[in-house]
């Protein structure tokens, strides 16, 4: 499942807890917020603090690239 989906289907004391945990490691709340909602990628090192941020919060073990699938648009550049 990819961290859009655990967001839409999370209450709002999840997200909160979610976001917080990801504020705390230096990131501006928009950008967390933008993460969640895969509006932007967040590069690698925050993606495996992302992937510990879930599991901990909604009890999902999901591996990285199951969170943060590359767009189709990525995948067609690189061909």
């Not at 705390?24 to 993460?35: F, I, L, Q």
């Not at 590359?70 to 995948?75: A, P, T, Y």
Request: charged share 40%.
């Amino acid at each position: 499942m990819d961290i859009k989906k655990i967001w839409e289907s999370a209450d709002l004391k999840q997200r909160n807890e979610l976001l917080t945990l990801i504020v705390m490691d230096g990131v501006s709340y928009p950008t967390a917020y933008s993460w969640c909602n895969r509006t932007r990628r967040p590069k690698m090192l925050y993606q495996e603090n992302i992937r510990k941020y879930v599991k901990d919060v909604f009890g999902i073990e999901e591996s990285i690239e199951e969170l943060f699938p590359e767009s189709r648009r990525r995948i067609r550049e690189r061909r």
